[in-house]
């Protein structure tokens, strides 16, 4: 996928909806990483890792 932008130099962002993160490496459906960013109702963590965005409480989404 080519990341957005503004996630350029993240790979895991997170949803503040629904609380759910996206590891950008792994995403097969775009248009789900697109409609959040255009809501921007987003947030990248660091350390941009999945540890980091578990201890902030959001859990882990494929798609």
């Given at each position: 996928?080519?990341?957005?932008?503004?996630?350029?130099g993240?790979?895991?962002?997170?949803?503040k909806r629904?609380q759910l993160v996206?590891?950008?490496?792994?995403?097969?459906?775009?248009?789900v990483?697109?409609?959040?960013?255009?809501?921007?109702k987003?947030?990248?963590f660091?350390p941009?890792t999945?540890?980091e965005?578990?201890?902030r409480?959001?859990r882990p989404?494929?798609?």
């Amino acid at each position: 996928m080519d990341r957005p932008r503004s996630l350029e130099g993240f790979r895991y962002v997170g949803d503040k909806r629904s609380q759910l993160v996206y590891d950008l490496d792994e995403v097969s459906d775009e248009s789900v990483i697109e409609e959040l960013v255009a809501s921007e109702k987003f947030l990248v963590f660091g350390p941009d890792t999945l540890a980091e965005a578990r201890n902030r409480g959001y859990r882990p989404r494929t798609v």
